[in-house]
């Protein structure tokens, strides 16, 4: 059985939301730990604790903000690449079209 219009679109999208969401969680882990050790070397380095097997993870609020801003590379992310793609894609489109009008003619 063919493939609908429907179905590729379909199977599109979920890919693109896939892709999205692993991106999401890659920005997320990576400020997460980035953020986890600010905090805790900025609790060593202030004297409030001076025990060093003691770790202080990130509260709802920090966490929030880290989600907020993972959130917010991973759109701007997608924008250039996106935007990268379409650069690519005409591109390829013209030279396709130059090549054919080249050898075929002009074809309307």
Do not use: C
Not at 14 to 30: H, N
Not at 62 to 78: P, S
């Amino acid at each position: 059985m063919p493939y609908s219009f429907t179905e590729i679109e379909q199977d599109k999208t979920r890919t693109i939301g896939f892709v999205f969401s692993f991106l999401l969680l890659f920005y997320f882990l990576a400020i997460f730990v980035i953020a986890l050790v600010v905090k805790n070397s900025l609790h060593l380095s202030s004297g409030q604790d001076s025990q060093i097997d003691t770790l202080h993870f990130l509260n709802f609020t920090e966490t929030f903000i880290v989600f907020a801003v993972a959130a917010g590379f991973g759109y701007g992310h997608w924008l250039v690449d996106h935007k990268k793609l379409k650069i690519l894609l005409d591109m390829v489109y013209t030279d396709i079209s130059l090549l054919r009008e080249r050898f075929l003619g002009k074809v309307y």
